[in-house]
């Protein structure tokens, strides 16, 4: 079983989320390829085959030019699996490359249960077990669902890659976007609110507690949906990556997608009544309790 894996590069620099699909290529057990248009110096450390096409010449994004381009490697390859992250590039480039191979698409792959792909629906609450019926699939795997925990120090064997394809779309750019209330990206401490905290009007409470760390108000998506607290706060995959050196998590049970935003916290504390709620696997520290007892005591020891 072979898997090519479409790397994502931008601004210069091939993105760390990358090696994420190496995860998935090991999770599956399959052989891979990587393909990146970006520039040789950024291709993934790996050991094996590397195509890379140069962005300078097709943009760090293209619509058409990459489909053309990852379609040659795909010829070159002949793949069982074309693997995306099911990112801004991934949700837009794979089903191009789907409908160009006549191939069945999988979207979301959050794991690998024997040999076949996990996705969830109902909001992420259920999990289905799908596989395609064509040949080959494309896949797009959620960010943070298959952690690289191997180091990038592989020697890459570089395949060039180019098309004389022309396209009717052109790479202006990147427009930032707007500045934010708050910037966790910056925070060295993030108290953030779950469901858990049952209601709007509990929200001060947390807030006093980031307060009294010193730290930020974050929250997860839920709260944010309900209106509980502004989207700039929100924490996750389609939320702020954050790496504060604290972070809290009251009343949040460690949805896939929010872990991807905060897992690279240096220490987690988390404060659930649920002793077996998924966060506690990554928690440092997992207080049992009831958020709305224990973050005002813990709020008022501090001021102390
Ligand atoms: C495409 C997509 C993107 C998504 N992006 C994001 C994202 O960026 N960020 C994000 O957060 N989510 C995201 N989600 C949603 C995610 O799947 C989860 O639904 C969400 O993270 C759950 O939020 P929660 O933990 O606050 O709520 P829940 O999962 O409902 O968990 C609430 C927790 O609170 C605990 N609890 C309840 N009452 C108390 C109490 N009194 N005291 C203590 N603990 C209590 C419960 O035991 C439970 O563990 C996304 C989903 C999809 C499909």
Known sequence: MKTLLVCEYREGKLLDSSYELVAFAERLGAEKALVIIGSEPEAPKVNGKVYVAAAAT?????????????????????????????????WDLAPRVAAALKAGQVSEVVGIVDGKLEVGFCNAKLRRIVSAKSARTVVTIQAGAFSFTGEATGTPQIEKLDTTAASSVEFIGYEPAEAKDVDLTRAEVIVSAGRGIGKKDNVPVIAALAKALGGELGASRPVVDSGWVE????????????????????GISGAIQHLAGMKKSDFVVAINKDKDAPIGEIADVLVVADVMQFVPAMTAKLMK
Do not use: M, W
Request: hydrophobic share 30%; charged share 15%; proline share 6%.
């Open 58 to 90: 097709y943009g760090e994004y293209n619509p058409d030019l990459h489909k053309k381009l990852v379609l040659e490697a795909v010829q070159r390859e002949n793949p069982d699996y074309i693997v995306f992250l099911h990112s801004s590039y991934g």
């Open 231 to 250: 989207h700039s706060h929100q924490v996750g995959t389609t939320g702020q990556s954050v790496s504060p050196k604290l972070y809290v998590a009251c």
